[in-house]
Every structure is written in C-alpha cells, then in structure tokens.
C-alpha cells in the first residue's frame, strides 16, 4: 500500500524521543483538573486504580494501532481510510478533531479567564466576571493562533517550568499545616463509581491514543512502540492526576484556578497558569482550524477563516459555562473516539493477521466501517454510566470490532 505520507527507515526516531513526546502531551491542565475531578468523587488509592485502569485501556489501543503504523510508516488517517474509505476517514476524524480542540479550547479559555480574573483581584481587589476574561483571552489565543505564534514558542519555555514550580509549590502548601491528616481522613462527600472515573481518564487522551500514529510511524519497532507509549503516558499522567487529586481533596474544588488561590499560591502562581493555558490552547486553535478546513474542504488560503470559526465557537462555549459541563464533555470523548481504534484494529489485527501488504486503502465512504463505528460510539455512550455494563469506551472498542468482523465476513461471503 503506497501513500504520499509514508515515511523513510532513514526517518526512523528513538524510542525515547517518543516517549518524551507523549510526556509532554500530559503535562498539562486538563490531566490536572481531571485527577481533580476524581479527587473529589474517589478515595486517594481509588484516584489511582482509576488512572491505572484508564491509561491501560488508552495505552492497549494506542500501542495497537502505535505498531500498524510503525510497520506501514503510515500516518493515522491514512490507515484509517482502509477501513472508512478515504472519504469517511477524512470526515470522520477531522470532526472527531474538531469537537475535542474547539471543547478543550472553551475549557481552557474558562479557566485561564477564571485565572485571570482571581489575579486581577489578588493585585488589585478589583473582581472582573469570569466570563468576561474568559471572552477577552479566547479572542486573545485566537488571534495569537490565527495571525501567528512564533513568539510563544519562547513563552512555552518559560511556561512549562513555571507551571510546573508553582504545582510543586502547590503541593508543598497543601500538605503543611494539617494537608496530610486532609487526605488521610478524606471520605468524598458524593461518591463517583469507578466505572465514570476510568471513562474520564480515558476521555483525557483517548484522541492522542487514537492519533498516535501519527508519531509512533517514526519508531524503529513494534517493542519501541510499546516501550515509549507506556514509559510516555503513565508516569507523567499519574503524577499530574494526583497532583490534581490531592490539591483538590485539601481544597475542596477541582477548578484549577480556584485549587491555587485556595492554597495560598501568590498571584504570580495564576500569571504561570495563564502562560500555561495561552500556550497551549494556541494549539487547540490551530489545530481546531485544521481539523475545520478538512472536514470542508477549505484550501489553505481560508484557514484562518476556520481557525477563526473555531476559536469562537470555543469562546462562545467558554462564556456560555462549557466549564460547569466538563465531566459531560469528557463522556463525549470517552464515547466517540475510541470506536475508531477498535474498527482500526479489527481490520488490521484480526482480519489482516497484522500483516502491512494485507492493508487496502479504499476510496470514498466504506459503509462497513463507518457502521462498525457509529454502532461502537452509541453502545459507549449509552452503557458508559452503567456499571453493569462494564466500561463504556471499552464497550465500545470492542463493539466496533466485532460488528466489523462480521460485516466484513459476511460480505465476503456473499461475494462467493
């Protein structure tokens, strides 16, 4: 199967590089207020069974369709159009990319305008409504992304570290004076059932699991693929999980911002919070206007029209209170990406025997497929509150496949 985006073995990377790029991807606020979500509804050893169970079932899929890649040099919509059409494939996952950039986008702008507006009022005593920083610095990213972003590749530098000394910081105050006896006698107020605590954590990186073809297609074997994807995902996310977990449990709230100003943190800690939120929701604009422009087709010379439909429709959300919804926008995510791996899956280690030259690309709509999927997403969102149902983005991986399976073998028999 030959495709333009195929990759050299000269291009082959590490598997340590790798790996460094999935770590970089959980550093970030949205593990922090998930741990803090989870904080709030689960005991300490819970919060990590949960983390355990999520990033396990991302990490299973992520390394499945991580070793298609890797063997083809493939990126991931590539090989997903052998089982959506070319079409389908570029449909889909565009709006699957859309719906998570332009959500996370709102999230952000919330909580770096609830930020802002707490260092505002920390500097000054002037309170400013959240929603009105959140509109101010949506338009701001936007901009930034729209027009431009070289600057804050500087900026991220000075961000990251940052952020990251403030947490530690954070850490160090909420366990002195009393913050340890906090979480030893913590008994969450309203209990969250396991099986909601494993979607979520699923839901944080279920697009870079099933995207992460992207990247994995550059490592040198299917045993580096493993080794990066989970030596990359689950120390990081662990650690940013029960940061969040622990700041929230002593705090009381999940919302980022409020955790740090119910700490103590100084004001300065927020400006490192929203630095933290400017640099990478610029990202999700950008690549909210990407995923914009392929879902219709926009060329090149509108794609700061899509961009610029992206980052408002984010704002619009983030005025609107998307952050008061940020565990229903979770089980979104949870419900419709992860099907995508499991058809993706189906096709290539079931029927293909996980052999490239059995891998087709097929051109426009392959209706099997996107049947398999669409069956895989309705059976994750509808049984991912049930617990006896087991856990809905599994459920739905393996709906996906087995629906697939079948379609595909019946087909072929009627062709006999």
Known sequence: ME?????????????????????????????????????????LSGVILAVLAGYGIVCLYMCLVGMESCDTGLPTVSMASA???EKGAQFIISLMLAIACVGWFGIQSAVCGESFSA????????????????IFWGLVMLLTAVYGYNGLKILNFIAVPALLIVLAYSMFLALSGGGLETIKTFSPSSQMSFISAVSMVVASFALGGVISGDYSRYAKSR??????????????????????????????????????????????????????????????A????????????FGEDRFKVSCAVAGVIGTILAAAGLLSEFEFFLNILSALIPPIAGVMIASY???????????????????????????????????????VFLIGPVNGIVVSMIVYVVLEKTMKKGEV
């Open 223 to 284: 045993k580096d693929v493993v080794k990066s994807t989970v030596l990359g995902v689950f120390p990081s996310g662990m650690v940013m999980m029960l940061i969040g977990a622990i700041l929230s449990i002593v705090t009381g709230q999940y919302d980022i911002s409020l955790v740090l100003a119910a700490v103590g943190v100084p004001a300065l800690g927020l400006v490192a919070l929203v630095l933290a939120t400017w640099t990478t929701n610029v990202t999700n």
């Open 119 to 134: 260092m505002v009022a920390g500097f000054t005593g002037f309170e400013i409504p959240s929603w009105i920083s959140s």
């Open 349 to 387: 280690w079931i029927l293909g025997k996980g052999r490239k030259e059995n891998l087709r690309q097929k051109e426009g709509w392959y209706i099997p497929g996107i049947i398999s999927f669409a069956a895989g997403a309705v059976v994750a969102y509808v049984t991912g509150s049930i617990a």
């Open 286 to 297: 950008y690549s909210g206007g990407l995923a914009v422009s392929n879902l219709f087709g």
């Open 83 to 85: 089982v959506l059409g």
């Open 3 to 43: 495709d333009k985006y195929e990759i050299k073995e000269s291009e082959r990377q590490s598997w340590l590089s790798l790996a460094m790029i999935w770590t970089g991807s959980m550093i970030c606020i949205p593990c922090l207020m998930i741990g803090g979500v989870l904080g709030a509804g689960l005991s």
